[in-house]
């Protein structure tokens, strides 16, 4: 099943090289990877998206608090959490279909970031779940580029 | 030496936290990112400097040096080539878990990443292969780096460590602080076993009927062999070992099972197969130990203490994880075991009978000279005493089964990479550490040519290092491979007709040599070679060719596919 890993590591270089070179090596699978600063400087949060069998997932997490540059791992998927993407997405525009783009970009709760004559780049934000369906929703309308940036989670407030 | 508020150069900072760590050798080689350190070195008398030939054989002198004594190996290379020859010696420390750390010149900071001369990502390089690695950036923070790798190299498991050093970070001077203590956040080992789980392990051990310890070289590095010896003879429980937990437990005492696995003994691997409980103390199920893991000791309940938590439930999954370190373990159980426990008398009787069923033999009918009557014979005349030092196939397997191993860190042994040409220098650095027992190398014919540079170091440096040659002209376990797998096809094995003249050999590096050709000329040097001290002596064994080593479980079988002799190839499937 799909498991969603907080990894908090030493903000240094190399500690993302680390953890994905980790994650070949040992032919664990990795949907995404996203990493910034905290509140922290010296420490990065990493969101690691992956899937696998329980043992599997067992050893990912003791593989990562292996690594000595890892602070502290936690396994969110069965902790109540927040998960997030980001997507920019730049569809192909003409005077046929515009109305239906603007219809979906307001179901999706989207923006629009930039229009041109010929093409709309539009950010939608929402679980990668969400994500995969508003791509393959307009899909059809002809996608010219698109960037995801992989999940970011955090713990629900107490 | 220098004390803490002086201000110092790189090298001088270098050479300050070594003598800190309490170093006695550095296995090095000289180069252009380095020369500042070896114009320092010049003038350094109290840590020694050995000069190797090949940056590989200082990793590997390294190695078994620390595994001889315990202590970490230290290594000092040059940047590009210098460093990237040290990446087998490395991954073979990190796979058999060996504490080692390695200094590694580099380009000057302001050229890293340019392509410039004998510039190569090391960090990036050996970033899978060792615990931890680290690229100096400021030389303020040169004292405490070397700190840290010596810290991490030789806390909780152990293994290798780099520090790369580039070559401005060494001539640049600071005020030297050399931190006591140290305290790495995201490295925090257990040590502690958890109590609760010690006493369930405890309860099931007084009340298991055929319990089998298993043993790997967690409980060497751990120094945890009192312990173990303790409470196998207390509980009667037969010991079987791992290629690097022999030596844990007398080989020669009744309990004793030898090693499991693929060409562990029948009576090891058949109780394995029996046993109710299995305690695996400092063993990771290496796949050479479980063949097929589903049918790896199919009826016992196991239990698994491991210093790394990785190790647990990796390859197999265990009833009871313990992490923690083996000697703690072993100590506390032996506080918490109830008075009251099964009898075991029966279980040994039937492993006993497995013992006489199938023992470890080897053919003397004939005047032909076998490996396996080189390993007896020095077994024998050493009375177990040595430090053995081995390289990888044929003869590794036999050192296992026929030489009687009586003390932790005895044996030194390539086991996870299998490294040919880890045996000539291992053998080189475990006498720099050890003086008072006798260093014996078994080598083959294959591997003592792929370092066969460090003859020149062992000379130099008067090393009593003893090679047995075991020289059957062939690359033995692949040929027993091709033989038994591959239609007899030996392709690219069979050295016999480019094998140098060993003995010439090694006359020409000043070595004294010897050559057997028969038992009785073998019994003979064995007992020149082991009395001969005044530097290396290398005895070539001309062995029979086609021998094979049995028993031998084929890779991914089941113990009970165990191969006891050599079949017809064609009856096997």
């Given at each position: 099943m799909k498991h969603v890993i907080s990894v908090l590591v030493e903000n240094k270089f190399g500690s993302l090289n680390r953890v994905a070179a980790m994650f070949s090596a040992r032919g664990f699978n990795l949907e995404s990877i996203s990493i910034g600063e905290t509140e922290d400087t010296e420490i990065s949060r990493m969101t690691i998206v992956t899937r696998g069998e329980d043992q599997i997932i067992s050893q990912v997490l003791k593989q990562l608090n292996r690594l000595v540059d890892t602070i502290k791992v936690i396994d969110l998927t069965r902790q109540p959490h927040v998960e997030r993407e980001l997507l920019l997405m730049t569809l192909k525009l003409s005077k046929a279909v515009q109305h239906e783009i603007f219809e979906l970009i307001t179901v999706f709760k989207g923006k629009v970031v930039d229009i041109k004559q010929k093409s709309i780049t539009i950010e939608v934000i929402g679980s990668p779940e969400k994500i995969n369906t508003t791509i393959d929703i307009f899909r059809p309308y002809g996608i010219k580029e698109l960037a995801r940036s992989g999940a970011v989670a955090i713990h629900r407030g107490e | 030496?220098?004390?803490?508020?002086?201000?110092?150069?790189?090298?001088?900072?270098?050479?300050?936290?070594?003598?800190?760590?309490?170093?006695?050798?550095?296995?090095?080689?000289?180069?252009?990112?380095?020369?500042?350190?070896?114009?320092?070195?010049?003038?350094?008398?109290?840590?020694?400097?050995?000069?190797?030939?090949?940056?590989?054989?200082?990793?590997?002198?390294?190695?078994?040096?620390?595994?001889?004594?315990?202590?970490?190996?230290?290594?000092?290379?040059?940047?590009?080539?210098?460093?990237?020859?040290?990446?087998?010696?490395?991954?073979?420390a990190y796979m058999d878990s060996s504490p080692m750390v390695v200094f590694t010149g580099q380009v000057p900071s302001s050229l890293i990443g340019n392509d410039a001369f004998q510039e190569a990502d090391i960090v990036g390089i050996t970033r899978p292969i060792t615990k931890h690695n680290f690229l100096v950036k400021d030389v303020r923070e040169l004292?405490?780096?070397?700190?840290?790798?010596?810290?991490?190299?030789?806390?909780?498991?152990?293994?290798?460590?780099?520090?790369?050093?580039?070559?401005?970070?060494?001539?640049?001077?600071?005020?030297?602080?050399?931190?006591?203590?140290?305290?790495?956040?995201g490295f925090k080992p257990t040590f502690k076993c958890h109590i609760n789980q010690v006493e369930k392990a405890a309860q099931k051990i007084a009340k298991a009927k055929r319990p089998l310890l298993y043993i790997g070289g967690g409980v060497i590095s751990a120094e945890a062999s009192e312990e173990l010896r303790t409470l196998a003879i207390q509980q009667n429980i037969p010991v079987t070992m791992t290629l690097q937990g022999l030596g844990a437990f007398p080989g020669n005492h009744p309990l004793s099972m030898g090693m499991l696995g693929m060409h562990g003994t029948y009576w090891a691997n058949q109780a394995v197969n029996k046993c109710d409980l299995l305690i695996a103390v400092g063993a990771r199920f290496d796949d050479r130990v479980t063949g097929k893991v589903e049918t790896f000791a199919p009826q016992a309940y196991k239990i698994h203490n491991d210093i790394d938590p990785t190790n647990v439930d990796k390859n197999i999954k265990v009833d009871l994880p313990i992490v923690g370190d083996a000697k703690n373990f072993l100590a506390t159980l032996?506080?918490?075991?109830?008075?009251?426990?099964?009898?075991?008398?029966?279980?040994?009787?039937?492993?006993?009978?497995?013992?006489?069923?199938?023992?470890?033999?080897?053919?003397?009918?004939?005047?032909?000279?076998?490996?396996?009557?080189?390993?007896?014979?020095?077994?024998?005349?050493?009375?177990?005493?040595?430090?053995?030092?081995?390289?990888?196939?044929?003869?590794?397997?036999?050192?296992?089964?026929?030489?009687?191993?009586?003390?932790?860190?005895?044996?030194?042994?390539?086991?996870?990479?299998?490294?040919?040409?880890?045996?000539?220098?291992?053998?080189?650095?475990?006498?720099?550490?050890?003086?008072?027992?006798?260093?014996?190398?078994?080598?083959?014919?294959?591997?003592?040519?792929?370092?066969?540079?460090?003859?020149?170091?062992?000379?130099?440096?008067?090393?009593?290092?003893?090679?047995?040659?075991?020289?059957?002209?062939?690359?033995?376990?692949?040929?027993?491979?091709?033989?038994?797998?591959?239609?007899?096809?030996?392709?690219?094995?069979?050295?016999?007709?480019?094998?140098?003249?060993?003995?010439?050999?090694?006359?020409?590096?000043?070595?004294?040599?010897?050559?057997?050709?028969?038992?009785?000329?073998?019994?003979?040097?064995?007992?020149?070679?082991?009395?001969?001290?005044?530097?290396?002596?290398?005895?070539?064994?001309?062995?029979?060719?086609?021998?094979?080593v049995f028993p031998m479980v084929p890779a991914g079988g089941s113990i009970s596919d165990m191969l006891l002799a050599r079949l017809n190839p064609k009856t096997m499937v």
């Amino acid at each position: 099943m799909k498991h969603v890993i907080s990894v908090l590591v030493e903000n240094k270089f190399g500690s993302l090289n680390r953890v994905a070179a980790m994650f070949s090596a040992r032919g664990f699978n990795l949907e995404s990877i996203s990493i910034g600063e905290t509140e922290d400087t010296e420490i990065s949060r990493m969101t690691i998206v992956t899937r696998g069998e329980d043992q599997i997932i067992s050893q990912v997490l003791k593989q990562l608090n292996r690594l000595v540059d890892t602070i502290k791992v936690i396994d969110l998927t069965r902790q109540p959490h927040v998960e997030r993407e980001l997507l920019l997405m730049t569809l192909k525009l003409s005077k046929a279909v515009q109305h239906e783009i603007f219809e979906l970009i307001t179901v999706f709760k989207g923006k629009v970031v930039d229009i041109k004559q010929k093409s709309i780049t539009i950010e939608v934000i929402g679980s990668p779940e969400k994500i995969n369906t508003t791509i393959d929703i307009f899909r059809p309308y002809g996608i010219k580029e698109l960037a995801r940036s992989g999940a970011v989670a955090i713990h629900r407030g107490e | 030496m220098h004390s803490s508020g002086q201000t110092l150069n790189g090298s001088e900072i270098f050479f300050e936290c070594l003598r800190r760590e309490h170093v006695e050798y550095i296995f090095g080689y000289p180069g252009g990112s380095l020369l500042k350190v070896y114009e320092t070195l010049h003038d350094v008398k109290d840590i020694l400097h050995i000069l190797v030939r090949h940056e590989q054989g200082a990793t590997h002198m390294a190695e078994g040096y620390a595994r001889a004594t315990g202590k970490p190996g230290v290594v000092l290379v040059t940047s590009g080539p210098g460093a990237t020859n040290t990446v087998t010696g490395i991954a073979n420390a990190y796979m058999d878990s060996s504490p080692m750390v390695v200094f590694t010149g580099q380009v000057p900071s302001s050229l890293i990443g340019n392509d410039a001369f004998q510039e190569a990502d090391i960090v990036g390089i050996t970033r899978p292969i060792t615990k931890h690695n680290f690229l100096v950036k400021d030389v303020r923070e040169l004292a405490i780096t070397i700190r840290k790798a010596f810290f991490l190299a030789t806390t909780g498991r152990p293994g290798p460590v780099l520090v790369d050093m580039p070559k401005d970070i060494l001539n640049s001077s600071c005020v030297f602080d050399f931190p006591e203590t140290i305290d790495i956040r995201g490295f925090k080992p257990t040590f502690k076993c958890h109590i609760n789980q010690v006493e369930k392990a405890a309860q099931k051990i007084a009340k298991a009927k055929r319990p089998l310890l298993y043993i790997g070289g967690g409980v060497i590095s751990a120094e945890a062999s009192e312990e173990l010896r303790t409470l196998a003879i207390q509980q009667n429980i037969p010991v079987t070992m791992t290629l690097q937990g022999l030596g844990a437990f007398p080989g020669n005492h009744p309990l004793s099972m030898g090693m499991l696995g693929m060409h562990g003994t029948y009576w090891a691997n058949q109780a394995v197969n029996k046993c109710d409980l299995l305690i695996a103390v400092g063993a990771r199920f290496d796949d050479r130990v479980t063949g097929k893991v589903e049918t790896f000791a199919p009826q016992a309940y196991k239990i698994h203490n491991d210093i790394d938590p990785t190790n647990v439930d990796k390859n197999i999954k265990v009833d009871l994880p313990i992490v923690g370190d083996a000697k703690n373990f072993l100590a506390t159980l032996l506080e918490v075991m109830p008075e009251k426990r099964e009898n075991r008398e029966p279980w040994l009787a039937e492993i006993n009978a497995w013992r006489e069923q199938c023992p470890l033999t080897y053919s003397k009918e004939d005047d032909l000279l076998r490996t396996e009557f080189v390993i007896d014979e020095v077994s024998r005349q050493t009375s177990g005493n040595a430090v053995v030092v081995t390289d990888v196939g044929q003869h590794q397997m036999w050192t296992s089964q026929f030489y009687t191993f009586l003390n932790p860190r005895s044996i030194i042994t390539s086991g996870g990479l299998g490294t040919m040409g880890f045996g000539l220098p291992a053998a080189i650095g475990a006498a720099f550490g050890i003086k008072d027992r006798p260093v014996v190398l078994f080598c083959g014919d294959g591997g003592f040519m792929m370092n066969v540079q460090e003859l020149v170091t062992a000379v130099h440096n008067k090393v009593p290092v003893k090679i047995f040659l075991i020289n059957n002209s062939f690359l033995g376990m692949v040929r027993q491979w091709q033989e038994l797998f591959h239609q007899e096809k030996y392709s690219f094995t069979d050295l016999g007709d480019s094998n140098p003249d060993f003995v010439k050999v090694a006359e020409a590096f000043g070595c004294k040599a010897l050559k057997a050709e028969n038992p009785e000329s073998a019994r003979h040097a064995i007992t020149a070679a082991l009395a001969y001290n005044d530097g290396p002596i290398l005895v070539d064994c001309s062995v029979v060719k086609k021998d094979m080593v049995f028993p031998m479980v084929p890779a991914g079988g089941s113990i009970s596919d165990m191969l006891l002799a050599r079949l017809n190839p064609k009856t096997m499937v």
